[in-house]
């Protein structure tokens, strides 16, 4: 890590405040070659962590932006090495002539997630939180943000250490009696930490719990409308984002592919998929239409089956329905309330059914308060939620190990066949925080980074 790298911290578009980082020893005479304090004092002499005020030069050395930069020693710095910020004005040009600047001066440019990583390498942060710092830029919702922020904080790392620690001395004693003999050593007794041992598996299985949660933290809820062509499907997703996302005619088919919209609906971020009308059709291309409209139906969280209220249910209507209860859970919307009706609640299979119009707005309050009451979760976003498959599939080993460990401790098995499965227990933690992380798991998170973080 000798080398100094340089990156641009915030967007490509323009904004009010533009930042350029630099981190490595030496970055501040780095920085010292492209910005000049207007004080006439050195970069390397400003007071640690505090704001001062200076010009940014581009590598011809004309003079391109005010600008603040703070100077960060290690190692009390985000990177855990000596750090330096150049806050300019959010021009792009500006930016980018700073960056070459930074580089003609003897930086390079960072790799994506190469602060964040340096910070984790540095033992600035751990390896779950490090992983929480993009789930916290990518945050479409605030409980996402602040399960996230808890995580960078280090709140999972905290959950997880008391179970690191209680292996840790069940295993320490083993090996302590087993290579001690002869010291006053207390017998080992697995009985002893069976108890311990318990608790730890429960503290992992509501960590492993708590991944369906955070993937609809992190990704929204799946919900896929359904039905015949002309239900009013279309017109039900332009009523719930709020805009004509979809051309709604009077001509079946309209809708031939899935078309995807992300909405709040109260708490819950909701991604919300169109569908083509379910029917047999010659049509090659509305064929294609309907196969993806069955796909969808079975990957979603919720299917909304939604029919024409003022017609009666015919066999497309039963092919729609069979659709979507493919789903983990489909409920009915009988569209077009403000029609005569000639559809009745009993001749559909769903719990509940909704009477809306989706073009009057009437009902849809009822439809979004049930998906808010049944989708919303009580769990606090505290930090004690995971948002990825890596972390869940290490909780789970983990979890598996100690249940391995448990019914070998429980049929009377050799004290060694047991902590095997307890020392693969903590190999599997020690992948979650980074204790025993392999290589390329490292590089295969660090890669989901943006340049700059």
């Not at 609640?345 to 509940?352: M, Q």
Request: charged share 25%; net charge negative.
């Amino acid at each position: 890590m000798a080398d100094i790298i340089a990156a641009i911290s915030t967007g490509k578009q323009p904004c009010a405040i533009g930042i350029l980082r630099l981190s490595g020893e030496g970055c501040a005479a780095v920085a010292e070659r492209v910005f000049t304090l207007k004080s006439g004092t050195a970069l390397a002499q400003a007071p640690d962590r505090k704001l001062v005020l200076g010009t940014l030069h581009d590598s011809r050395g004309r003079e391109i932006d005010q600008a603040l930069a703070v100077y960060a020693r290690a190692p009390h710095s985000s990177t855990g090495e000596d750090t330096v910020e150049l806050q300019c004005h959010g021009s792009p040009a500006v930016l980018a002539a700073g960056l070459e600047a930074l580089c003609h001066a003897g930086a390079r440019l960072a790799q994506p997630g190469e602060f964040t990583r340096r910070a984790f390498l540095n033992g600035q942060m751990n390896l779950t939180g490090a992983e929480a710092v993009i789930d916290l830029i990518e945050a479409q919702s605030a409980d996402m943000a602040a399960n996230a922020a808890a995580q960078v904080g280090g709140a999972l790392h905290r959950k997880l250490q008391p179970v690191w620690d209680s292996l840790t001395d069940l295993c320490s004693h083993y090996h302590a009696v087993l290579d001690y003999p002869d010291e006053d050593i207390p017998d080992f007794e697995l009985s002893d930490y069976a108890a311990a041992l318990r608790a730890n598996r429960e503290t992992l299985e509501r960590l492993r719990a708590s991944c369906e949660r955070g993937r609809l933290l992190k990704q929204g809820l799946r919900i896929v409308l359904v039905g015949k062509p002309n239900a009013g499907k279309s017109s039900l997703l332009n009523a719930l984002v709020g805009y004509e996302r979809v051309i709604v005619t009077d001509v079946p088919g309209t809708t031939r592919d899935t078309v995807e919209e992300t909405v709040r609906i109260g708490q819950i971020l909701a991604r919300i998929t169109d569908t083509a009308g379910i029917r047999r059709t010659a049509d090659r291309i509305e064929a294609l239409g309907v196969e993806r409209s069955r796909a969808a139906a079975e990957q979603a969280d919720l299917a909304i089956f939604v029919c024409d209220s003022g017609l009666p249910l015919n066999e497309e209507d039963r092919q729609a329905m069979a659709a979507a209860a493919e789903a983990k859970r489909a409920i009915a919307v009988m569209n077009k309330s403000d029609l005569p009706q000639r559809v009745f609640r009993v001749a559909l299979p769903f719990d509940p059914i909704f009477s809306v119009s989706a073009t009057r707005g009437d009902g849809l309050d009822k439809l979004c308060r049930w998906i808010e009451e049944n989708y919303a979760s009580d769990l606090p976003c505290d930090g004690s939620i995971l948002t990825n498959t890596r972390q869940a599939e290490a909780v789970g080993r983990a979890a598996d190990a100690i249940g391995r460990g448990l019914e070998a401790l429980e049929r009377g098995i050799t004290p060694d066949a047991v902590l095997t499965e307890l020392e693969a227990a903590m190999a599997a933690l020690g992948e979650l925080t980074g204790r025993t992380v392999r290589e390329d798991i490292t590089n295969r998170i660090f890669a989901r980074f943006c340049v700059g973080k």
